[in-house]
């Protein structure tokens, strides 16, 4: 019995991120256990209040990812993490010495995702463990 | 740039680093060549260098007001290079030491230009050229053709990286606002996949583009009338958190003398000496032959839009009193101790990596 790592943010991609994580686990005989991760970026001042916000949302967004997992009658648990999502999926995963982290993906092509900062492209070069991407 | 700041925090960061390094290079580059010209091949005009361009005492009182009002200026927006700078690994001191080390670089960098410059031209080709020094012959023969382009890009990447640090900020007082109640609860929100304030940063977008296109529609004197008119705005709010800080540590201020003199007396001192600027602002700025553009209701145009624009805000807050009951019912805040301590991390910030 082994845990996989999901990275989940509420969006379709995520949550067809979980449906297959539910899928692997029940054919593993593995535990969920769902990241939520939010950045605070320094830029631009005022970061108390944006943080405090971020944070609100990210608990919001776990006890959503509960209800979806409940919805497939998956039990699972979560936890919430002030990083950027690939570096925090990445040391919940070390932690927790994961299976495999699973993550949605928007399908971004390569320049806007090197532009813009893609999870899972950046999850791949940092995970140092299986890392499997689901498309919405 | 409203653009950047909405679609990505990642992107918006790596952006300010890139434009602020660009600058930066270009700016040293430009002052250690027309340093080393100076003192190599002694051409014609160069001063050298002497000690006393750096004595304030030297050129009387009224300079000196002007000088400092016009520091003001350029210093404002120095809090970027703080957040630019910073580390992300330790939040309780990275932030203070991150603040004070981009002063400092600051203040080299237009120390060394502005030696360099003048040193380079002598103060005739500088004042000759007082609108725009770099293509005003002074580019090209330091670096010569094609090289003094780069000068170019130190000027567009600086106000690229302004325009950005416009937006972002707006977005974020107006954001803290919201989740305060002291502003409409729209702008409290995140959006739900780039985690930015997105509808606030797209209305300070829309704000900033509607105002410069008005204002140059106008007249570019107006738009150096309403430049000078930031300066009452950064004096202002610079002066007020100077005494924000004495009340809101009220508490703490007699607790040590390292309080005393940090939380108070150096906060106060800063206030106070923004509100003599101020003061000393509005009379210049007042008299309408200081104006590049015609007076409004027999008042300088600066003063119009810098004075009338904090009245104006005034307004709208009385204005706004019976709709945010709550807000404005708050009392007189006291400061948490604890802040003053060394390892202090603001709790929302806790256990987080920051940027």
Same mark, same amino acid.
């Given at each position: 019995?082994?845990?996989?790592?999901?990275?989940?943010?509420?969006?379709?991609?995520?949550?067809?991120?979980?449906?297959?994580?539910?899928?692997?686990?029940?054919?593993?005989?593995?535990?969920?256990?769902?990241?939520?991760?939010?950045?605070?970026?320094?830029?631009?001042?005022?970061?108390?209040?944006?943080?405090?916000?971020?944070?609100?949302?990210?608990?919001?967004?776990?006890?959503?990812?509960?209800?979806?997992?409940?919805?497939?009658?998956?039990?699972?648990?979560?936890?919430?993490?002030?990083?950027?999502?690939?570096?925090?999926?990445?040391?919940?995963?070390?932690?927790?010495?994961?299976?495999?982290?699973?993550?949605?993906?928007?399908?971004?092509?390569?320049?806007?995702?090197?532009?813009?900062?893609?999870?899972?492209?950046?999850?791949?070069?940092?995970?140092?463990?299986?890392?499997?991407?689901?498309?919405? | 740039? @409203?653009?950047?700041?909405?679609?990505?925090?990642?992107?918006?960061?790596?952006?300010?680093?890139?434009?602020?390094?660009?600058?930066?290079?270009?700016?040293?580059?430009?002052?250690?060549?027309?340093?080393?010209?100076?003192?190599?091949?002694?051409?014609?005009?160069?001063?050298?260098?002497?000690?006393?361009?750096?004595?304030? @005492?030297?050129?009387?009182?009224?300079?000196?007001?002007?000088?400092?009002?016009?520091?003001?200026?350029?210093?404002?927006?120095?809090?970027?290079?703080?957040?630019?700078?910073?580390?992300?690994?330790?939040?309780?001191?990275?932030?203070?030491?991150?603040?004070?080390?981009?002063?400092?670089?600051?203040?080299?960098?237009?120390?060394?230009?502005?030696?360099?410059?003048?040193?380079?031209?002598?103060?005739?080709?500088?004042?000759?050229?007082?609108?725009?020094?770099?293509?005003?012959?002074?580019?090209?023969?330091?670096?010569?053709?094609?090289?003094?382009?780069?000068?170019?890009?130190?000027?567009?990447?600086?106000?690229?990286?302004?325009?950005? @640090?416009?937006?972002?900020? @707006?977005?974020?007082?107006?954001?803290?606002?919201?989740?305060?109640?002291?502003?409409?609860?729209?702008?409290?929100?995140?959006?739900?996949?780039?985690?930015?304030?997105?509808?606030?940063?797209?209305?300070?977008?829309?704000?900033?583009?509607?105002?410069?296109?008005?204002?140059?529609?106008?007249?570019?004197?107006?738009?150096?009338?309403?430049?000078?008119?930031?300066?009452?705005?950064?004096?202002?709010?610079?002066?007020?958190?100077?005494?924000?800080?004495?009340?809101?540590?009220?508490?703490?201020?007699?607790?040590?003398?390292?309080?005393?003199?940090?939380?108070?007396?150096?906060?106060?001192?800063?206030?106070?000496?923004?509100?003599?600027?101020?003061?000393?602002?509005?009379?210049?700025?007042?008299?309408?032959?200081?104006?590049?553009?015609?007076?409004?209701?027999?008042?300088?145009?600066?003063?119009?839009?810098?004075?009338?624009?904090?009245?104006?805000?005034?307004?709208?807050?009385?204005?706004?009193?019976?709709?945010?009951?709550?807000?404005?019912?708050?009392?007189?805040?006291?400061?948490?101790?604890?802040?003053?301590?060394?390892?202090?991390?603001?709790?929302?910030?806790?256990?987080?990596?920051?940027?």
């Amino acid at each position: 019995m082994g845990t996989i790592v999901v990275g989940y943010d509420g969006s379709d991609c995520a949550r067809a991120a979980l449906r297959t994580a539910v899928e692997v686990a029940r054919a593993m005989g593995d535990d969920i256990h769902v990241v939520a991760a939010y950045e605070v970026s320094r830029m631009g001042g005022e970061v108390a209040d944006l943080a405090a916000a971020l944070r609100e949302r990210a608990e919001r967004i776990g006890a959503l990812a509960r209800d979806q997992a409940a919805g497939l009658h998956a039990e699972i648990t979560s936890e919430v993490v002030d990083d950027r999502p690939h570096a925090a999926l990445t040391d919940v995963a070390e932690r927790l010495d994961a299976r495999m982290i699973v993550v949605g993906t928007h399908g971004e092509g390569p320049l806007r995702s090197a532009l813009i900062g893609s999870t899972p492209h950046k999850l791949l070069q940092s995970a140092g463990r299986p890392v499997l991407v689901v498309p919405a | 740039m @409203t653009w950047i700041c909405w679609r990505a925090i990642e992107l918006s960061a790596r952006t300010q680093q890139a434009l602020l390094a660009m600058e930066f290079v270009t700016l040293v580059v430009f002052a250690v060549v027309a340093l080393v010209t100076v003192y190599v091949n002694h051409p014609a005009h160069s001063v050298e260098v002497s000690a006393s361009w750096f004595d304030p @005492t030297s050129i009387g009182f009224t300079p000196l007001t002007n000088g400092v009002l016009l520091a003001v200026f350029i210093y404002w927006g120095w809090d970027t290079c703080v957040t630019v700078n910073e580390e992300t690994e330790d939040a309780g001191r990275a932030p203070g030491r991150a603040a004070v080390v981009s002063t400092l670089m600051l203040l080299a960098i237009y120390l060394v230009v502005t030696v360099a410059a003048q040193s380079y031209g002598g103060p005739g080709l500088l004042s000759a050229h007082a609108d725009d020094i770099f293509s005003g012959g002074l580019g090209s023969s330091v670096l010569g053709s094609g090289l003094d382009k780069l000068l170019i890009i130190a000027v567009l990447s600086s106000a690229s990286a302004s325009t950005q @640090t416009t937006i972002l900020p @707006t977005a974020r007082t107006t954001f803290a606002m919201a989740r305060a109640k002291a502003f409409p609860c729209r702008f409290g929100r995140i959006h739900q996949r780039f985690q930015t304030p997105d509808f606030n940063t797209i209305v300070m977008g829309i704000v900033s583009i509607a105002w410069f296109v008005a204002i140059v529609n106008v007249s570019s004197n107006v738009l150096g009338d309403s430049i000078t008119a930031i300066g009452f705005a950064i004096a202002f709010y610079y002066g007020i958190t100077g005494f924000a800080c004495v009340v809101y540590f009220r508490h703490e201020l007699f607790q040590s003398v390292r309080n005393f003199i940090y939380i108070g007396v150096l906060p106060f001192a800063g206030g106070a000496m923004l509100t003599y600027i101020f003061v000393e602002a509005i009379i210049f700025d007042g008299n309408p032959a200081n104006d590049y553009s015609t007076p409004i209701l027999g008042i300088g145009t600066p003063v119009f839009i810098g004075v009338g624009s904090l009245v104006l805000g005034v307004v709208v807050m009385l204005i706004a009193r019976p709709f945010y009951r709550e807000f404005f019912a708050r009392k007189l805040e006291v400061a948490d101790p604890a802040v003053l301590t060394d390892d202090y991390v603001h709790p929302a910030l806790r256990d987080g990596t920051g940027l």
